[in-house]
């Protein structure tokens, strides 16, 4: 199907095709509570004919978002217990997130800030509130990285992004600007020449953190809106959240992270899915997601691997959670496991085992 404008309503997604009328008064009820948009390049990706596909399992609204258990939280990772002020979160010591912006040009449906983002979300920062969190970077010397998110930085116009980057560019002790976004996916045209040059105001370093779940989203157009931003000296890192349905296999993610180092985009996180409300059915549990993990070790080049990790409900940060490969068995002589899941001794007991 070819789609010429963003979705944003039930209707608009019947109307596509991608949603049965017979759904759409309790696709209604989905839509008051959380924002929906579906980009033309992401609703052009949709195979509508399956119940099951990865894209529409991303982007297309369901009722079981209406089913919010007891363990899920509205702010499930503590953004608002280390907001020093608006705009700021600082939980790690060298590094604090700037949320300038809480639109995207896409709603994902397991968005752990879906309570916060969208046309009714916590809005844009006012130039007021730029320059107070602005100012409570400056006043912290051990900053040295600055996280633009959201929302989604780049959906800010690039006289918005000159103007903050110019302001980073002004603190000196800040060596490192970090971009999270999905717009070189989802709406790969608006990475135009205009927008590059916003992203370099600053003069630090810069890195695009990319986000995507299934190979199928880095489309020929998407890699060549990586591509402008590769040539014009900005680093690229990927984010992917492993979710039920969309990428729970080790071949489907071999194949991700292979395609993001095809576009010289380094994987960077594998992100469990985390605890906001009415996502449930994208959680798999970590024993599996570890196993999956593991899985992967095996099938792709040390190129591939991104760290999986969990950021622990509260505010407590994140932490690699990847099965152990090596346990002691006795001091000082330890079981290695391989990628075929065969077990070794290290040290070998004799010669002859390593022969």
């Not at 509205?74 to 949320?99: E, M």
């Not at 932490?319 to 899941?341: H, L, N, Q, W």
Request: net charge negative.
């Amino acid at each position: 199907m070819t789609a010429h404008r963003t979705l944003k309503t039930p209707e608009d997604l019947a109307q596509a095709g991608l949603l049965d009328d017979r759904c759409l008064e309790d696709i209604r009820r989905v839509g008051e509570h959380y924002a929906v948009a579906i980009t033309p390049a992401m609703a052009t990706l949709i195979d509508p004919a399956d119940p099951d596909d990865p894209i529409a399992q991303q982007f297309v609204p369901d009722t079981r978002e209406l089913n919010i258990l007891p363990q899920e939280l509205a702010d499930p990772i503590g953004d608002k217990a280390h907001s020093p002020v608006k705009g700021v979160v600082h939980r790690y010591p060298d590094r604090v997130l700037l949320k300038a912006v809480h639109v995207c040009p896409v709603y994902c449906r397991f968005c752990f800030r879906r309570e916060v983002v969208g046309p009714a979300g916590d809005g844009t920062l006012s130039p007021e509130d730029l320059a107070q969190a602005l100012s409570y970077i400056k006043s912290d010397p051990r900053i040295w990285e600055v996280i633009l998110t959201g929302g989604d930085p780049l959906v800010m116009s690039p006289r918005r992004l000159r103007e903050i980057m110019l302001g980073l560019k002004a603190i000196e002790h800040v060596k490192i600007v970090r971009l999270h976004t999905r717009v070189p996916v989802v709406d790969p045209a608006a990475v135009n020449a205009e927008m590059v040059d916003a992203l370099l105001e600053s003069g630090k370093t810069t890195y695009v953190a990319v986000h995507a779940n299934h190979p199928r989203e880095l489309t020929s157009e998407a890699r060549s809106a990586c591509e402008r931003l590769v040539q014009a000296g900005i680093a690229l890192v990927s984010q992917t959240v492993l979710l039920k349905g969309v990428n729970d296999d080790p071949d489907v993610l071999a194949d991700l992270m292979r395609a993001f180092v095809e576009t010289r985009i380094k994987p960077y996180y594998l992100h469990h899915p985390d605890l906001a409300p009415g996502t449930s059915h994208f959680r798999l549990d970590i024993a599996e997601g570890q196993r999956i993990v593991a899985a992967l070790r095996g099938r792709v080049s040390g190129l591939c691997q991104p760290a999986y990790v969990l950021d622990i409900p509260g505010g407590y940060g994140k932490s690699v959670i990847s099965a152990s490969a090596v346990e002691e068995t006795a001091p000082g002589t330890y079981a290695v496991k391989d990628f075929r899941e065969n077990l070794h001794i290290y040290p070998p007991t004799s010669r002859s085992e390593n022969d």
